[in-house]
């Protein structure tokens, strides 16, 4: 009986305990969690099922989803959000003419890590808050997890969710307690799996959870659509395959979801999490092209001269080599400090290109070494850095702290090689800190998979939309643009934000795409800026605004 009695009161205080964690609220396992309960009965004519290639409402009409981001905070892992958006902002959006919302969550709202399957009734009661300012201003919520159990994917550390067994379990369940909650809430449209998924091994790893999750919110949901995105990445290699990197699931109620950010040095231009792209960037550039298709690292020209010695500055000239290999799409520079714990500086670089007779000069190409978007740092063990610096008049790219094998190469600037031409790589380096270990040269290296290079303009965008959308017509299932948009330096100085804007939403109306603008309210993108305060006129992105409202006008 004490032992009865021991446990009980140990249940009490752990409850209590909970209780106070989060802020007086109660904790609820799965099977505690209750269906929400509307207001009024719901109308099953509002509710969205797939219907082939479209979406459509209980009376067989098409309906298109033109929505926003409601980001939420979810990067800073604000449990409850309240200086994101409040009910004014649902009317906003239905006043520029937006009908849907993807609604971005973070799991910590719901569970802790140190109480897993335990879900906290606050994180319920801003959800059902704002499902209630939904049902009553006429928008569709798109419930997606953004950060879910084992961390953030494209720009975090998620490997945890694919190497850790227990983090997709507690994702399994997490999702099942959204659906059991809103089942048959016309207003929750559909619940959106995870965002921007990057395995750690395969594209396989996300077929198999993505058809986990839909078979477990089956089984407490089956009126809600539910939507799939495509892989994003594996391992930081971030190739398309035949399939555009979709998979198709068997369930007929699931819409399949793409985001689009091209070109990512224009969209992403002076990001602060990407230090690719710190330059600034203006669309159109009929100057600066993106090459189309999946190119992969092929190979590269190992055996011209290097330096293993502090050296001042000296001349490196480059072996001539000949282009014999057809499966050799682009010629590229890549800067090699591999092993070098000191530094390594690079100037005037250039490529030239000589006629078969391996005499006759053709061209010469000037590196440029100061458009940090278009170099990138690669080391085997991740570790090094680099940086572009201005002295004397000259741009010089240092690499610094390299322990392993290491190149900063420019992919953007290539040279599209022809049979039996001759291509060399030449110009200055100086060395301080090397190592007899240390390895230091200027290396020709070589991509293939490359299907088509076009200019920064509306056909670029056109050219990479295309086939995904095929995809989606051969399976003939429904797409979601989840995520399309620009930085606020795309918005400044003329730099082409608008148009940029403008011409995706031509593609999109093409194919009568559903699409969803990212984001609503952040620093970086947005139609508002500015954490920490709720959006107000004088922090509005007003000409965005106004370009959407033009566009949302028209049927």
Not at 159 to 181: F, G, M, T, V
Not at 519 to 535: K, Q, T, V
Request: glycine share 6%; charged share 20%.
């Amino acid at each position: 009986m004490r032992l009865v009695l021991s446990v009980i009161v140990a249940a009490v205080l752990l409850n209590l305990l909970a209780c106070s964690a989060a802020g007086g609220k109660p904790e609820l396992a799965l099977e505690q969690v209750q269906t929400y309960q509307a207001a009024s009965p719901y109308d099953d004519n509002l509710r969205l099922r797939v219907d082939g290639r479209f979406i459509v409402n209980g009376q067989g009409e098409k309906i298109r989803l033109k929505g926003v981001a409601f980001g939420n905070e979810v990067w800073a892992n604000t449990r409850i959000p309240s200086q994101h958006h409040n009910e004014q902002d649902f009317i906003r959006l239905k006043q520029m003419g937006f009908n849907s919302i993807r609604f971005y969550l973070n799991y910590q709202t719901f569970e802790s890590d140190s109480a897993p399957y335990v879900y906290h009734q606050s994180g319920w009661d801003w959800l059902d808050k704002n499902v209630q300012w939904a049902e009553k201003h006429g928008i569709y919520l798109v419930l997606n997890m953004h950060v879910p159990q084992g961390g953030f994917q494209s720009n975090g550390r998620g490997e945890a969710l694919w190497d850790e067994p227990s983090n997709q379990q507690r994702l399994i369940k997490l999702w099942q307690a959204i659906a059991k909650r809103y089942k048959g809430h016309p207003n929750v449209a559909a619940l959106d799996l995870l965002n921007e998924p990057v395995t750690t091994q395969s594209k396989q790893q996300w077929e198999n959870l993505a058809s986990e999750l839909v078979a477990a919110i089956r089984q407490v949901n089956q009126q809600q659509m539910i939507f799939v995105e495509r892989l994003l990445a594996v391992k930081g290699q971030w190739q398309i395959d035949e399939q555009q990197n979709f998979f198709k699931l068997d369930d007929p109620n699931i819409v399949y979801q793409y985001h689009f950010y091209e070109p990512m040095a224009f969209s992403h231009q002076q990001a602060s999490w990407l230090r690719q792209y710190q330059v600034p960037a203006t669309y159109p550039d009929p100057n600066r092209v993106k090459v189309i298709g999946s190119p992969n690292w092929y190979g590269a020209q190992f055996d011209n001269p290097s330096i293993s010695s502090d050296s001042d500055w000296q001349y490196v000239e480059g072996k001539k080599l000949q282009h014999q290999d057809s499966k050799v799409d682009l010629i590229y520079p890549a800067l090699v400090s591999a092993n070098n714990a000191g530094d390594s500086w690079f100037k005037q670089v250039v490529i030239k290109e000589y006629a078969p007779d391996g005499e006759t000069l053709l061209r010469e190409i000037e590196i440029d070494l100061s458009r940090q978007a278009d170099w990138y740092l690669w080391s085997a063990n991740q570790r090094g850095r680099s940086q572009h610096l201005r002295q004397g008049g000259e741009d010089i790219l240092q690499i610094s702290e390299t322990t392993s094998d290491a190149n900063n190469g420019s992919s953007q600037q290539f040279v599209v090689p022809k049979l039996d031409h001759y291509y060399q790589i030449s110009g200055w380096i100086k060395t301080r800190g090397t190592g007899a270990s240390s390895h230091v040269q200027l290396r020709l290296d070589f991509q293939n998979g490359v299907s088509d290079i076009v200019a920064w303009d509306k056909p670029l965008i056109e050219r990479i939309i295309a086939p995904i959308e095929q995809w989606g017509e051969q399976q003939q299932v429904p797409l979601y643009l989840g995520e399309f948009g620009c930085i606020r330096g795309c918005f400044e100085q003329q730099r082409g934000g608008l148009q940029w804007m403008s011409d995706v939403l031509d593609v999109v109306d093409q194919y009568q795409t559903h699409f969803n603008f990212h984001s609503y309210h952040e620093d970086a993108f947005a139609l508002y800026y500015g954490y920490g305060r709720l959006p107000t006129e004088s922090n509005a992105n007003q000409p965005l605004i106004e370009l959407f409202k033009q566009r949302l006008a028209k049927p």
